[in-house]
């Protein structure tokens, strides 16, 4: 089993910054792929960023390509999404999720992940 839990979500302008965290814990969380992935209002959850159990691997959706960096800390086992330049568009409740995969797989799938934090609100004003 791993636990989740994110924090450092809430209410910025537009053209703002935001930090999101997510601490883990449990069996082998530093194996584990992690992921950001965000659903708003009447919409389908999707896939913001992914990082590999190393951190060398990340993928990113092209919607947030270039202003959203994900990292991960493996000594205080927490990932991070560092969020710039923010858009209304990107208002949405972001959860972190983990899931066992090796290295280079892309596994942007909700579906492909079996630990999910309780999410966290990030609200972009225009």
Known sequence: QVQLVESGGGLVQAGGSLRLSCAASGRAVNSVT????????????????TISWSGVTTYYAESVKGRFTISRD?????????????????????????????????????????YWGQGTQVTVSS
């Open 74 to 114: 493996n000594a205080k086992n927490t990932v991070y999404l560092q969020m710039n330049s923010l858009k209304p568009e990107d208002t949405a409740v972001y959860y972190c999720a983990a899931g066992y995969h090796r290295e280079s797989y892309y596994a942007s799938r909700p579906r492909e992940y079996d």
């Open 34 to 49: 992690l992921i950001w992935l965000r659903q708003a209002p009447g919409k389908e959850r999707e896939f913001v960023a």
